[in-house]
């Protein structure tokens, strides 16, 4: 076992120069959707994970974006693999107050001193405070209680699209892992620890329309919209699609035997979810989301179980013809949409690809074409039995915090790659911190401590208190 409070003395003294290790990292972009900075990015995450104090720290070369390795060997018994992601998404939203690559500590109540960035808290923020934490293990003169093998991907918000490459080129690695941790802020914005045990699967794609492949409408070019007397509307024509793909709530799939292989909640899912709404703080969620109700007018138990067990059909955009200000008739040639599915339990990609095609061809519209954006991943499950999440519970407990279980959350990430064969690893995900809006303007991470909810330091610490945890087994 390792001497925390010397680890957390020094957390303590170099807690300006940990702040400014975050802030030289938020301030590279790494903008994956748009190219924008990612080598950049991948070539200055590998110095910090050399200065971190892992060897042959290295760029690993995908088809896309680079993984970001590491290795450091101290001869424990237990290895585990730390992943996470440098690449983030876009910041050209409107809304937001400070430039988000401008990485601006502003103080906000009721958590005070708060950095405000693109990657605040996905996933940049907790990225640097784990390397803080290994580099502060290592100057308290102490060696990690685990042995480590560092990954950070460059395309995570790309679906993770070439993690697979990685995978195998360096399956011999990463065999030498026991379990899998993710790093990340894991408290409300009221302090409460939540764990979460899973993940959704997901597959991203486009739909497309346009006058020549349907052989109908403008085939090359938008026209005036005087021809719509006369002239076919790919625009009418994909909404007439996506009209059939759900009902009239747009909150039920409607596309044939989409739900035929979704599995129930299992016994240990339905435990943790009355668990679950005992303390379900239902009103900080919506204020933190802008939203003033959940479909149905659902609460409670039934509001967490559609929300973490039910798989969705997303729109995530649509753009077609003129969107510019004031006016400009037009009749468009093509039509795009942006569409997302999250997976459950029982359901598979490639299964569910196909049933988007059949449901298309089946209901007449065969010219529209289906063009997958991200390979698309599963699921990923553990059980709050597992040794793992159990040393994660006991790790969180010793700050003192609330802790709630979550057996899944409603977002993705690729874990069923790292826990599907060949490797077949467990994982974990959490730690103390808070930060919000991921994907949103005005991403925050609290660096301040004193407030509801840990800063930096708390984070830092408590990602030490977890390899800790984990070494005693």
Known sequence: MMDKARVYRQMEKDVETHVNNLLSFIRQPSVSPQGIGVRDAAELLRGMVDRAGFKNARLVETSGNP???????????????????????????????????????????????TLIARGAVNTKGPLVAFLNTVKSILESGQEPPVNMVFAAEGEEELGSKHLPEFIRKYEGELKKADVLFFPSASQNSKGKAIVSLGVKGIVYFELELDGKEWGRGPTEFGIHGSNKAWVDSPAWRMIKALS?????????????????DVAVPSQEDELL????????????????LRVERFVNDLHGVEALKKYLFSPTLNINGVWS????????????????????????????????????????????FSETRIRRLEEGYGW?????????????????AEFKVKIEVWPTIAGSAPFSMFA?????LPFILGGMGHGGLAHSPNEYLVIAEGGPTGGLLSMEKSFAAILDNMSAL
């Open 380 to 396: 990923a499950r553990m059980s709050v039995n597992s040794p793992y999440t159990r040393a994660l519970l006991r790790a969180l």
């Open 244 to 260: 059939t793909m759900v009902d009239d709530t747009g909150n039920k799939v409607l596309i044939e035997h989409f739900y035929d």
């Open 273 to 288: 979810l009355n668990r679950l709404a005992e303390t379900f703080d239902e009103a900080e969620v919506k204020e933190r």
């Open 67 to 113: 993984v970001v390795y590491g290795e450091l060997d101290v001869g424990a018994p237990l290895t585990v693999l730390v992943y996470t992601m440098y690449d983030t998404m876009p910041a050209d939203e409107p809304g937001w107050t400070v430039d988000p690559f401008a990485g601006s500590i502003r103080s906000i109540e009721p958590f005070g001193a």
């Open 420 to 424: 599907a064969p060949p490797l077949g």
């Open 321 to 364: 013809g003129y969107t510019g200000p004031g006016s400009k008739t037009l009749l468009p040639n093509r039509i795009t949409v942006k569409m997302d599915i999250r997976l459950v339990p029982g359901m598979q990609v490639e299964k569910t690809m196909q049933l988007v095609r059949s449901h298309l061809d089946k209901h007449g």
